[in-house]
């Protein structure tokens, strides 16, 4: 199965890898790491996560107050965003069932 990252999900991530790594030498490759791992579980078992809107679903980061919101379609897995949990819970709603510009 195939993920995407939605641009500014991405950007979301790099930001936030960026800003953990300033707090401390290593911690953003860890942070980076955790959401690797969160991708792993997800392409595994893709609908085992609450839903948070209509075909949205939520999987929390280990270690980091973080969740990535994604959408599964056909074969592949949309993430919507790296989300900070302290963050407004709505701001990627836009990003739904759009074109994604990045494979990994």
């Known amino acids: 199965m195939n993920y995407f990252f939605h641009p500014e999900a991405e950007e979301e991530f790099l930001k936030a890898i960026d800003y953990y790594e300033d707090c401390r030498k290593g ?3 860890d942070f980076a790491r955790e959401i690797y791992s969160a991708m792993e579980r997800i392409i595994s078992f893709p609908s085992a996560w609450p839903e948070v809107d209509t075909e949205i679903h939520r999987c929390l980061v280990r270690r980091f107050p ?4 994604y959408e599964s379609i056909s074969s592949e897995i949309r993430v919507l965003a790296v989300m900070h949990l302290h963050r407004s819970p709505t701001y990627w709603k836009h990003r739904a069932k759009s074109k994604p510009d990045i494979k990994i």
């Open 27 to 29: 911690l953003g490759f």
């Open 66 to 69: 973080y969740g990535i919101l």
